[in-house]
Each structure stands twice: as C-alpha cells, then as structure tokens.
C-alpha cells in the first residue's frame, strides 16, 4: 500500500456476510487475548462476529502498509481510549480509525495524518431534530429544520458522521 502523506485508505466489509467457519477461526487467532475476552463478553452471537470481524479488519488493513502479520499488532489506548499502535519503528507513522454498525465494518489507514471514519445503521429509529438540538451548532439544526422530512434524516447522519469522524481524528 501507498505511504504518501495525506492519503488515505478505506477498507469495508458486510461482517453478516463473512460467516466461513475456516475464516472466522482465521481471525480469532488475529486477536489479542484482551480482544477476545471482550469480544467473550458480547451477549449475542452475531455481536460477537461483528468484533471478531471489524478487529480483524483493521489487523489485515494495518498489515498492508507493512508486511507484518495481522496478529503481531499490539494497541493501547490513547489518552481518552483511542487505540494506538504499540511503538514500532517500522509502523510508528500509521495512523488508523475503525467503526462498525449493524451491516458494515469500516477502517481507514492513513500515513503520516490523523484521520477518523464513521458509519451509522440508517434503519435505527431515531429524532434527527431532537439530538442535532443537542450536540449540533446553531446553524446545522436550521439547515435540519429547513429540510423536508425525508431529507432530514439523510442530513442528519451525513452531518452526525462527519463530526464523529473529525472527533475520532482528533482522538477525542
């Protein structure tokens, strides 16, 4: 993979999709004993393919830049838990943000640039008015309002994933 500065990559996966048994038992030995003891403690069963997968992901997606197997990467959170590789002279300007939702799995990689992804289920039953009130600026909550209904939500989460991913990038 490239390690120009300023670029980034995208990697996406439908983790319902993904259900191979030889695959997921490819992954699970990917993960740290820390990751799969949290992924033990998800409740449901496709909950937990959804961490195993999005984990894994983002392991195979860092070991492009590098070479490097995909269980060899060690992380430890960031100052507000944002995980961060391990120091690793051969890997130290990667930078990476991962999310996950019902049906998709994102990461982004970069070289040398913070960057931050996020994506959102568009079938959770929500009131765009009622958070963007809450957590947007003035003027996006008037940009909500102006807009006709069916847009609204569409606005909203293009508005709401944006500002999560600058936070995410901004490791907050």
Request: with cysteine; net charge positive.
């Amino acid at each position: 993979m490239s390690r120009k500065p300023c670029e980034a990559h995208v990697f996406v996966m439908a983790p319902e999709a993904r259900t191979e048994p030889f695959l997921l038992t490819r992954c699970r030995g990917w993960l740290s004993s820390e990751e799969l003891a949290r992924c033990a403690r998800l409740r449901r069963a496709a909950d937990r393919q959804h961490f195993l997968l999005a984990h894994a992901l983002l392991r195979h997606s860092l070991s492009r830049y590098t070479g490097r197997a995909p269980g060899a990467w060690r992380f430890e959170g960031g100052p507000h838990g944002r995980p961060e590789l391990v120091e690793e002279p051969h890997a130290q300007a990667l930078r990476f943000n991962l999310s996950h939702t019902r049906g998709l799995v994102a990461c982004i990689v970069s070289y040398q640039s913070e960057c931050g992804i996020d994506v959102e289920h568009l079938g959770r039953r929500l009131d765009p008015l009622r958070l963007a009130r809450r957590f947007f600026a003035a003027g996006e909550v008037a940009s909500l309002e102006a807009a006709t209904t069916p847009n609204q939500s569409r606005l909203f989460y293009q508005l709401w994933t944006l500002k999560e991913a600058y936070l995410k990038a901004r490791g907050l």
